[in-house]
């Protein structure tokens, strides 16, 4: 087998950015981006910036390669080819500014939608017409399988690199940077797998259209990898359509993922085997095509259930209109196929590609549909008789619309200006502009004034807040013991190790502390026990509402009187006080996870 030199890579690279040097400028352009952010003394503006450079390099390079291979197949003069691409690379950075995700979280979702219809332009960008479909399947099969081969060409020379720089580190103790191998991976996966796949799209693109030629690898992947994987998803749902029959209740909104799961597999499948369609051999092939679309029609409806039943209860957001989208499309597509048959599957990228685009803005986006579902839902709310239930829905709709749409999404529901009041935040807490903690500490701080304009106590309700709630003592490891002539602590983690009791004498007398399945402690002496109220501490924590101090935990910051319980017994005064404890609610029932408190024992003449 014959190597390549050098010179032959450097004439492989010149050619692939003389045939595509606008889409290589872009990959570059993000590239650096990227590698940019890795430097750790950036300031948010800068970063902001940054991240904008890598969006924008992986739009432009899948446009521009789209433009490329439109421009090439149709012989653009080089006049029209300079216009076409300004105006792109024009439109491009226009979106920089149109869509800012560092403010609304909308816009990242944009952006995903509008990467993912800009790569199916390239599929159909050279071959679009019905006569060109031999031509069309060729080309996306070179760019599949290129793909591919460029992936594992960059694992391997990414694994190859870094284990000889590994290696310069252990033997010539020379420390690189600890990013040095993130940056590394940036530059395969940015520039070196980039040039490698443009390199292997087909030249001229008019010779695609007499191809005939079929990867046999292709075939044993669909046949015995996708198809087998779509089958499974396929016994899943039917059985799991035959227990809501049998149990007559609305599908679990998890289903359409499977849905969706199960379609892009058969379709994948059938595009990638569709020019065997014809040989006699192959006639199972079109036995799976006319099976996998009727047995669509079953779970489309399980789809349209499963929709139903989200959009019903809580309105439109942006991950329920494109599933809403995906059902009509995923409709319009089944019954096409059925009634005219595989032979234009061009239909498959085209139909997506149009709908992304179509959805990505206007008054029908899935921007503008999925806020004024919400604003419709809480201007409703805020008409109702408060409760804590319809309490807690407002605080959620409040903290979708201004991650998802920012604060001028608010404001028709309050007569203050909610920009002044974001400003007034944002402004006092500008004492560390590199603090992501401050930023998000102003956005906490705004969604809580608008809260209370809504008429809103901004304090979370930790019983609609999940299952599992931390509760921490307002006056953690501050502790009084002046009056208290006993101080036990106790850990159900630590404390008790394999026995249930621990023993303490106190004034005289042997006592136990107890713990009974983890719910409940007493204190015991002899036949007689006390109850630490333990489990009545916790079931009241859970009917009132705390300052939330961390919201991944779900833990409350809670004031030292409401987990401090003084009892009389025996003569002695019996304290309890909490300094945090864990607390699960499921299906009504509520448990304690865990805790750690102080019993402070002391006499009553005291």
């Not at 999940?466 to 953690?476: M, P, Q, S, T, V």
């Amino acid at each position: 087998m014959k190597f390549p030199s050098l010179k032959q890579l450097g004439y492989t690279a010149l050619a692939v950015l003389k045939r595509f040097p606008i889409p290589i400028l872009f990959a570059v352009l993000g590239t650096r981006s990227l590698i940019a952010l890795t430097v750790k003394d950036l300031n948010n503006t800068y970063n902001e910036e940054l991240v904008k450079g890598a969006y924008i390099g992986n739009l432009g390079l899948a446009l521009t390669l789209a433009f490329a291979l439109f421009a090439e197949k149709h012989k653009l003069r080089n006049s029209i080819k300079i216009g076409a691409n300004v105006t792109l690379i024009a439109f491009l950075f226009s979106l920089s500014f149109i869509l800012n995700p560092f403010e609304k979280e909308a816009h990242i979702l944009m952006l995903v939608i509008l990467a993912f219809a800009f790569h199916l332009l390239v599929s159909v960008a050279a071959f679009h017409k019905a006569e060109e479909n031999q031509a069309f399947w060729q080309l996306n099969k070179s760019l599949f399988l290129r793909f591919l081969t460029s992936a594992l060409y960059s694992a391997v020379l990414f694994i190859g690199i870094s284990i000889a720089l590994l290696s310069i580190e252990e033997l010539f103790k020379v420390n690189w940077d600890d990013k040095i191998y993130l940056r590394l991976w940036l530059i395969i996966a940015g520039v070196f797998n980039t040039l490698f796949f443009l390199s292997g799209i087909p030249k001229p693109l008019e010779t695609l259209q007499e191809e005939q030629s079929y990867p046999k690898g292709l075939k044993i992947f669909t046949q015995y990898v996708l198809i087998p994987l779509a089958s499974i998803y396929l016994v899943i749902l039917l059985a799991y359509e035959g227990k809501i029959l049998l149990e007559w209740h609305l599908p679990n909104g998890f289903v359409s993922v499977l849905i969706l799961g199960y379609a892009v597999f058969g379709m994948l499948s059938l595009l990638l085997v569709h020019p065997l369609r014809s040989l006699e051999e192959n006639k199972w092939i079109k036995l799976f095509s006319k099976t996998f679309y009727l047995f669509l029609i079953p779970l489309i409806i399980l789809l349209v259930l499963a929709v139903y039943t989200r959009v019903s209860d809580y309105g439109i957001t942006e991950s329920r209109y494109i599933l809403i989208v995906l059902t009509f499309w995923l409709s319009f597509i089944t019954f096409y196929f059925l009634i005219k048959g595989q032979e234009h599957i061009r239909i498959i990228p085209i139909s997506l590609c149009a709908l992304a685009l179509i959805i990505s803005f206007g008054p029908w986006g899935l921007q503008s549909v999925s806020k004024n579902s919400q604003q419709k839902i809480l201007s409703t709310l805020l008409a109702t008789k408060p409760n804590k239930e319809r309490d807690q829905q407002i605080r959620n709709i409040v903290d979708y619309l201004y991650d998802y749409h920012g604060i001028m999404a608010l404001q028709p529901f309050t007569k203050a200006s909610l920009s002044d009041i974001k400003t007034f935040f944002k402004n006092s807490h500008k004492k560390d502009s590199l603090s992501q903690f401050q930023s998000y500490q102003a956005k906490e701080n705004t969604k809580d004034s608008v809260l209370k304009l809504l008429g809103l106590n901004p304090l979370y309700n930790p019983a609609m807040k999940g299952n599992f709630y931390n509760f921490a003592n307002k006056e953690k490891e501050v502790l009084s013991i002046e009056k208290a002539s006993i101080l036990v602590t106790i850990e159900n983690q630590s404390s008790f190790r394999d026995d249930k009791c621990k023993e303490i004498t106190a004034f005289g007398k042997a006592f136990k502390i107890c713990k009974e399945k983890e719910q409940e402690l007493y204190l015991v002496l002899g036949k007689e026990k006390l109850s630490l109220q333990l489990y009545k501490i916790g079931k009241q924590l859970l009917k009132k509402s705390y300052p939330i101090t961390d919201k991944n935990y779900n833990t409350f910051q809670v004031p030292n009187k409401d987990l401090t319980l003084t009892q009389q017994w025996k003569g002695l005064n019996i304290t309890i006080r909490i300094e945090e404890i864990g607390i699960e609610e499921e299906n009504q029932e509520t448990s304690i996870l865990h805790y750690k408190v102080y019993v402070l024992i002391t006499p009553q003449t005291l």
